[in-house]
């Protein structure tokens, strides 16, 4: 890989919600679930050991009855500042088979008010990262963030 070349994707924005409530919907499950996939899709059945080398894993389904497992593990839990999952593993860091990407959240107080969110993508091929692209990143994860706030506003 060109190291001046980036694979990653990112979102950032201001959230008009607490740092600590945008934590809570990014770490319990049954928070997780009301978000994390832009509607019509859901996430579902979603197990999380929240720690360093934990697992994590939901099933994705569509509103056609789609289905897509996504499991992997916690690379980095900062306690509200900091959540980095990767897909490269699966529980007691089991190669996955295929690593597709690794997620970084981080979150800090915004000037003003409100939580500076930037969630970044990182792919390990400029082809996962352009398939990524095309299959709606910036749309999916915008809705998906929007979601997200609604949520973390209403806690």
């Known amino acids: 890989m060109n190291p001046s070349v980036s694979n990653d994707l990112v979102l ?25 996939c832009p509607k019509p899709w ?8 929240l720690r360093v080398g934990g697992a994590i894993s939901m099933m994705m389904t569509g509103p056609d009855g789609e289905k897509f497992p ?10 509200g ?11 007691a ?18 000037p003003g008010g409100g939580t500076h969110y930037k969630a970044v993508a990182r792919h390990w091929s400029a082809e996962d990262r352009n398939s990524h692209e095309k ?13 997200l706030e609604a949520l973390a506003r209403a806690l």
């Not at 500042?81 to 529980?91: G, H, I, K």
């Not at 860091?93 to 915004?110: C, H, N, R, Y």
């Open 12 to 36: 950032e924005r201001t959230m008009q919600a607490p740092r600590m409530a945008i934590w809570r919907c990014w770490t319990e499950p049954k928070l997780i679930e009301q978000w994390f």
């Open 42 to 49: 859901n996430a579902r059945d979603i197990q999380s050991d």
């Open 70 to 79: 996504n499991a992997g593990v916690y690379l980095d839990v900062d306690i």
């Open 81 to 91: 500042r900091r959540l980095v999952t990767t897909d490269a593993f699966t529980s």
């Open 93 to 110: 860091w089991q190669p996955s088979g295929k690593a597709f990407m690794v997620a970084e959240i981080t979150l800090s107080d915004a």
């Open 135 to 147: 299959m709606g990143f910036h749309e999916g994860w915008g809705k998906a963030a929007d979601q």
